[in-house]
């Protein structure tokens, strides 16, 4: 995995979209909805539709060939 971006925690965790807008990966929560909804979106691996999912210390997430780590 090249150029893996970060989004450091400020709380216990950060839900998926806030996460994807938090990374610059998206423009706005509506934009996160659409594309966690149409399955464009992967938490460690696997595809997530839930755009409140809580991603954790560790947690990976991947869009359009961007790779962002959760770290806290």
């Known amino acids: 995995m090249e150029n893996m ?3 450091e925690l400020r ?3 950060i ?3 806030q996460a994807l ?5 998206v423009g706005s929560g509506v934009e996160a909805k659409i594309v966690i909804q149409d399955g464009l979106v992967k938490v460690n691996g696997v595809v997530e539709y839930q755009r409140g999912k809580k991603l954790y210390n560790g947690a ?12 806290g």
Request: charged share 30%; glycine share 12%.
């Open 5 to 7: 971006d970060t989004i």
């Open 11 to 13: 709380d216990e965790y």
């Open 15 to 17: 839900k998926l979209g």
């Open 21 to 25: 807008k938090a990374a610059g990966m």
């Open 60 to 71: 990976v997430i991947e869009f359009e060939g961007q790779t962002v780590k959760i770290v």
